[in-house]
């Protein structure tokens, strides 16, 4: 197993067995990271298990916004994974439908990306929250009426970026993989983990990791086959397909 996070003071780990020391011990603390994948990769799981490992191993208060998902639907997949119990001090989870009752016209063309600044500076300023999870980028876009998308895009990695905290942004990519979102959102994070099935042999589709890039480390580029069992991630060397 890897070392806990003490070894690396300025890094999040993602407390995925055989990853952190592929990306120098973590991410470095106030990153923007892009978590992407095609649908059923898993994203929204390995977010999960980041913000869980960090609160009970580290204590840090954390944040999962969810545009798609209930927070009770949420709740009921961690216990599914293994991460029940969690403390509803540490591990803040909002939804879609908290966030409208909060701001009644969201509904009636108001910025959504604003909508989340003004939810998540409010969570770091009275709560301490120091890791977010927004899933998911795709989710925003298919609300928003966005009239100039990388412009709004750029304000809103700047506002995360000032705002201290650690982000990563989940993304769904095309079935090819290498396109990471609509709007050329790598560019923009200052990381990008990529996650896709890969076909071995004739029957047997293993889910693979990899570190696209990540600023200020040294990264391994290759993929890594990602295995979940027991409640927990790890990363190995591909099996020969």
Known sequence: MESAGENHPDRIQTYVD????????????????????????????????????????????????????????????????????????????????????????????????????????????????????IDSLTAIYALAS??????????????????????????ETQVNGNVFGPYHEDFLADGTILMKFVDVGEVDVQLRIRAVKMRHSKIHHGYLTLIFRDGQFSATTPIAE
Request: glycine share 12%.
């Open 146 to 171: 966005i009239t100039n998308p990388r412009q709004e895009l750029f304000h809103f990695f700047g506002f995360l970026k000032r705002l201290g905290v650690t982000t990563f942004l989940i993304s």
């Open 18 to 133: 055989g990853f952190d020391s592929k990306i120098g011990g973590g991410i470095l603390k106030g990153h923007v990271v892009l978590i992407a994948g095609t649908p059923g990769t898993m994203k929204s799981s390995i977010a999960l298990s980041i913000l869980y490992n960090n609160v009970k191993k580290r204590g840090v208060n954390v944040l999962y916004v969810s545009i798609e998902e209930s927070k009770e639907s949420l709740l009921m997949a961690m216990d599914m994974l293994g991460f029940g119990g969690i403390d509803e001090n540490k591990f803040f989870i909002v939804d879609i439908g908290r966030l409208r009752l909060e701001h009644t016209d969201a509904d009636v063309g108001r910025d959504w990306f604003k909508i989340l600044k003004e939810y998540l500076r409010k969570k770091v300023e009275n709560e301490g929250v120091e890791i977010v999870v």
